[in-house]
């Protein structure tokens, strides 16, 4: 078999990594990949829509998948489908659910999913008006895509009104933030589970736990995630049918109802508080970096499991009894300003665990920065404390200029 995976992150380099392991697989592309997919197959420089079709159609590409959110918001699937490719991902109307904060809430709502009470706006006015007699802390969200970064946490009046200005007027992610979402503030633990889709049902892998935050101690703004683990201690098996039965299932009521049951990745973000999970986010794909942590731990082959939820066939999750830690190494400044260009050295000192390279590209027979999160470093053991001294080991040994990474990634 011939796959395409489409992106250019840690998480398609993990998912190479994966098929790699199923001799079928004679060839992976990645459009347009990185530093460490060009080890496991071959980069392409595309990233049109159309150009890649034509490339799917001309080198008989027997199955794609879609990494990034941009991808299937701009309806990359349609046109695959429509050109008779085999593509794993939701339709431009599915995708919606992530492309629109705003849409998913409503959806939510309407389906009596259990979500943080919230209001929409796309009034600078009336969004000020609202925050003038709020009740703090509380979330400010930018509707459209902003690579993660859309989220704020205001504390007071004058956080949120400089947040709102910033989204709406300054523009600060563009047009994703002249609609926001303002909504109550839970307070509890964050969980992330992935769910395959077989157009028919959703299959729900083992939860993991994203770190948001840029800082130790969940401090400082939110980013793309700067670490993760799976399966999260704190979720418990209670806790497990709570999700099924207030978030799960009226989902899937909610996505046949409106015709947009689909074949690919569903990702839930979730709060769990003392009166149990709630909804924060949809996200129409595998989740980055929770994808890192789970695929070493399904015992499943990849290429099967896909296969099988595009022909419609119900599937069992297998998971090892182990635990997994990725922890990000980052550029200085990321989530903001940041500069790119630095050579990576000790890279194959770098023995303790498996190094995905993110923000990487090589030139000139080097490795160097080339984004924000540019490392994950993922390894699995029987506890949290094994997995964690691996790629705490390795961390200490790779060197970048500028290089930074939270030191309480898996510490519980």
């Not at 695959?80 to 849409?103: D, M, Q, R, W």
């Not at 959703?202 to 840029?214: G, T």
């Not at 023995?351 to 993110?358: F, G, K, P």
Request: net charge neutral; aromatic share 10%; proline share 3%.
């Amino acid at each position: 078999m011939r796959v395409l995976i489409i992106g250019n992150g840690g998480r398609e380099a993990a998912i190479g990594r994966k098929l790699a392991e199923d001799r079928r697989i004679s060839q992976i592309f990645f459009a347009k990949g990185n530093a460490a997919t060009e080890q496991i197959g071959k980069n392409i420089s595309l990233t049109d829509n159309q150009d890649l079709v034509n490339f799917a159609t001309k080198e008989a590409i027997d199955l794609t998948i879609v990494g990034p959110e941009a991808f299937l918001v701009s309806g990359i699937v349609d046109e695959f489908t429509k050109a008779g490719l085999n593509i794993f991902g939701p339709s431009k109307k599915v995708a919606k659910l992530e492309g629109s904060k705003a849409y998913s809430k409503k959806f939510m709502q309407d389906y009596g999913v259990k979500t943080a009470d919230a209001q929409i706006f796309n009034s600078y006015v009336e969004a000020k008006a609202y925050l003038e007699t709020a009740k703090y802390p509380l979330i400010i969200k930018a509707s459209g895509l902003a690579q993660g970064k859309g989220v704020v946490l205001a504390e007071d009046k004058d956080e949120a009104m400089k947040t709102i200005h910033d989204f709406m007027i300054d523009k600060i992610y563009g047009d994703a933030g002249i609609k926001v979402v303002i909504e109550e503030y839970l307070r509890g633990f964050e969980a992330s589970i992935i769910c395959f889709s077989n157009g028919k049902d959703l299959f729900p892998c083992i939860a993991a736990k994203d770190y948001k935050r840029v800082g130790a101690g969940n401090r400082g703004p939110n980013t793309g995630g700067m670490g993760s683990v799976a399966p999260t201690p704190e979720f418990t098996a209670e806790h497990e049918l709570d999700f099924r039965k207030y978030i799960l299932e009226p989902t899937i009521a909610g996505l046949k109802d409106n015709y947009l049951m689909f074949k690919g990745f569903i990702f839930f973000g979730l709060m769990v508080t003392d009166k149990g999970c709630h909804l924060l986010e949809y996200n129409m794909r595998s989740g980055d970096p929770e994808t890192q942590v789970i695929l070493p731990l399904l015992e499943n082959n990849l290429l099967d499991t896909i296969n099988d939820c595009i022909e419609g066939k119900d599937i069992e999750l297998k998971f090892k009894d182990e635990k997994a830690v990725c922890l990000v190494m980052a550029s200085g400044g990321y989530p903001g300003k940041y500069e790119t260009g630095y050579e990576i050295t000790h890279l194959d000192r770098a023995t303790q665990s498996t190094v995905l390279l993110a923000g990487a590209s090589t030139k000139a027979g080097g490795v160097y920065t080339a984004g924000g999160r540019v490392i994950n470093l993922v390894a699995t053991g029987k506890d949290f404390e094994e997995a964690r001294k691996k790629v705490y080991s390795d961390a200490k040994t790779i060197q970048f200029d500028y290089a930074f990474y939270r030191d309480d990634i898996a510490k519980f």
